[in-house]
């Protein structure tokens, strides 16, 4: 069974830093694009970014481009997500997810057939 784990999640102030971490239980990891995405309560879940199976490419919505970055270990089957100066606007819960649809773009969640259970980031002001 497919499952995907995310951890690193926490209570941070802003401006600060968190690393989160997904790891996957998947054979396909290696091959396949790992997404981030965020939801923040009572908003649609949000598109983060995502890297493809290589590592060789990211790409980062506008919101988050400069401050995170994502990087990847394919030996270890885990995707991480680099978060700095880390804003208020940044709480979410956050999630990982495999790409299954390599149709059209890599930011629409429907393009992602496997997620994890999320992590809460909240960042105090």
């Known amino acids: 069974q497919v499952q995907l784990v995310e951890s690193g999640g926490g209570l941070v102030q802003a401006g600060g830093s968190l690393r989160l971490a997904c790891a996957a239980s998947?054979?396909?990891?290696?091959?396949?694009?790992m997404g981030w995405f965020r939801q923040a309560p009572g908003k649609e879940r949000e598109f983060v970014g995502f890297i493809t199976s290589s590592g060789d490419n990211m790409y980062y919505a506008d919101s988050v481009k400069g401050r995170f970055t994502i990087s990847r270990d394919n030996a270890k089957n885990t995707v991480y997500l680099q978060m700095n100066s880390l804003k208020p606007e940044d709480t979410a819960v956050y999630y990982c997810?495999?790409?299954?649809?390599?149709?059209?773009?890599?930011?629409?969640?429907?393009?992602?057939?496997?997620w994890g259970q999320g992590t809460q980031v909240t960042v105090s002001s």
């Open positions: 997810a495999e790409r299954g649809d390599y149709s059209g773009s890599g930011a629409y969640s429907n393009k992602y057939a496997y």
């Open positions: 998947t054979r396909t990891f290696s091959s396949n694009t």
